[in-house]
């Protein structure tokens, strides 16, 4: 019910009743978009949209960071000497 | 990035798993608050990727849920008159009420329709001038905005034939609820990442410092929820009982002040009735009275509507995290999403709905984990 999807705006338009909607690109599927919520949302942005409604603006360099650390903690665990790995691997 | 691949990453996924071995030493109880990560949970199999130690155990977060069975026949009743369109989101339209459920009285020939977003609900006010039409608003945070704009517009563009029947519910008093309750077990959560989205975590801070336990704001896709509880289960071995955010893509600590200003204007802060909980003090959302010729529940009186539950249901217990699905001797016999006894059997997100659904009322409950 709380799911929200992440779309990429491609089209920002101004409705005939003052609500500013626009068109987000869902891995293939366009949909309308309210935009009142992210008066900061630009064209290109991915914006999470729930219902109809774009909550937020993603923070691409945010998920790029947090993306990255978690890449970067993977390879430092390919350091780890190996009696932990035995010890963590090593379970049923 | 598309924002969702890169988080379903097997390899990412079991990196993190490994990095929870290792830095794990006794055993803790989490919660993931949201039916949507219980849902991601169950379908990933994450629960069974963990270490023996950890336990997810999993909360009240599915708005569909946790609507009073009062509320839906409430809902009933509304939709079944002849001078009304009712228009629900389309996980409402499955969910029995004491009767019958919203499809069935469609085709008994009600003039019920499944919206994408509470806003379409307008083209077909204005469009159906000589009909009521009502609309569901049931939700937590993450949805109010949406269903308050639509009251909002509707005032603004002077559509007087449009009203709400709202069931919201805000999750800080549900987990203030949980953790008072004497047969708590959760000791750290995985906190709600859309809910957060619209209201920031400020309000989670208190939870945490007065009852001791690490809330991690958490995302939806596996690796966002395997990285969640690391957080949380790196906090519970340090002792330490702080608001982290997993999520920080899209969360930030105030939310989004936009929203939360048409949230306030139209709603104000009620007590509300969880299914399988009972009333939790100041855990909802009514309409304010400037905004009360939208609200369905004056409009076609039926306040006085009251429903009894199944006693036979663990729903409450299951809800808390006190219970698991496979705990109860209705789940998979007498208990279906076909027909549901209680709560968390009504909707995808529920917890026993998921267990369901992937199959583990076919496996033996005692059947070891991590297998």
Same mark, same amino acid.
């Given at each position: ?92 | 990035?598309? %924002? ?17 071995? &290792?830095?794990? =030493? ?21 629960? &069974? ?36 369109? %009712? ?21 008994r020939g009600a003039d019920i329709r499944v919206v994408y ?70 000791? #750290? @959560?995985? #906190? ?12 989670? $801070?208190?939870?945490?410092?007065? @009852?001791?336990?690490?809330? +991690?704001?958490?995302? %939806? $896709? ?16 340090? !002792? =330490? ?7 920080? *893509?899209? +969360?930030? &600590?105030?939310?989004?002040?936009v929203a939360q200003s048409l949230v306030n204007e139209v @709603?104000?802060?009620?007590? *509300? ?17 400037? @905004? ?23 729903? #409450?217990?299951?809800? &808390? ?20 006894? !209680? ?29």
């Amino acid at each position: 019910m709380c799911l929200a999807i992440p779309g990429k705006l491609i089209e920002i338009v101004q409705h005939p009743s003052g609500i500013r909607m626009g068109r987000a690109n869902f891995g293939g599927i366009v949909k309308q978009v309210c935009l009142e919520y992210t008066p900061e949302a630009k064209v290109d942005d991915y914006v999470l949209v729930h219902v109809g409604f774009a909550l937020s603006t993603i923070d691409q360099e945010e998920a790029m960071r947090t993306y990255d650390l978690l890449k970067e903690m993977s390879q430092l665990q390919e350091l780890e000497v190996p009696e932990i790995r035995e010890v963590t691997l090593g379970g049923p | 990035m598309k %924002f969702l691949d890169e988080y379903r990453d097997e390899a990412l996924a079991q990196k993190i798993v490994d990095e929870i071995r &290792r830095v794990v =030493t006794k055993p803790w109880v989490l919660m993931e608050v949201c039916g949507g990560q219980t849902h991601t949970i169950v379908k990933y199999g994450i629960d &069974r990727l963990l270490p023996d130690e950890i336990e997810l155990v999993h909360g009240p977060g599915c708005p569909v849920c946790v609507t009073p069975l009062e509320m839906i026949d409430k809902a009933h009743t509304i939709a079944q008159r002849p001078d009304v369109i %009712f228009c629900s989101f389309g996980d409402m339209l499955r969910v029995p009420g004491s009767d019958a459920d919203l499809l069935v009285l469609k085709s008994r020939g009600a003039d019920i329709r499944v919206v994408y977003s509470p806003i379409d609900c307008l083209k077909i006010a204005r469009a159906n001038p000589e009909k009521k039409v009502v609309f569901f608003a049931i939700g937590f945070e993450t949805t109010a905005p949406a269903n308050a704009m639509s009251v909002w517009q509707a005032r603004k563009q002077r559509i007087n034939n449009f009203s709400i029947l709202v069931s919201h519910v805000l999750v800080p008093p549900a987990i203030g609820s949980i953790l008072q309750s004497p047969l708590n077990r959760v000791q #750290g @959560f995985l #906190g709600p990442g859309h809910v957060c989205t619209i209201m920031g975590y400020r309000e989670y $801070e208190p939870i945490a410092e007065r @009852f001791r336990v690490p809330i +991690v704001i958490t995302g %939806f $896709e596996p690796t966002d929820i395997l990285q969640g509880a690391l957080m949380a289960i790196q906090q519970l071995e340090a !002792g =330490t009982h702080e608001v982290q955010n997993q999520y920080m *893509r899209v +969360v930030q &600590r105030d939310g989004n002040s936009v929203a939360q200003s048409l949230v306030n204007e139209v @709603f104000e802060v009620c007590d *509300r009735k969880w299914r399988g909980v009972g009333s939790i003090p100041k855990s909802g959302y009514r309409l304010r009275h400037e @905004f009360h010729e939208y609200d369905a529940e004056l409009l076609f009186d039926v306040k006085e509507i009251d429903t009894q539950e199944s006693s036979t249901c663990i729903s #409450g217990l299951v809800l &808390r995290g006190v219970k698991k699905p496979q705990d109860c001797p209705a789940f998979g016999k007498q208990c279906t999403p076909e027909h549901p006894l !209680g709560a968390t059997m009504v909707s995808a997100e529920g917890a026993c709905a998921a267990y369901y659904a992937y199959g583990r009322h076919l496996q033996a409950t005692n059947a070891p984990r991590n297998s």
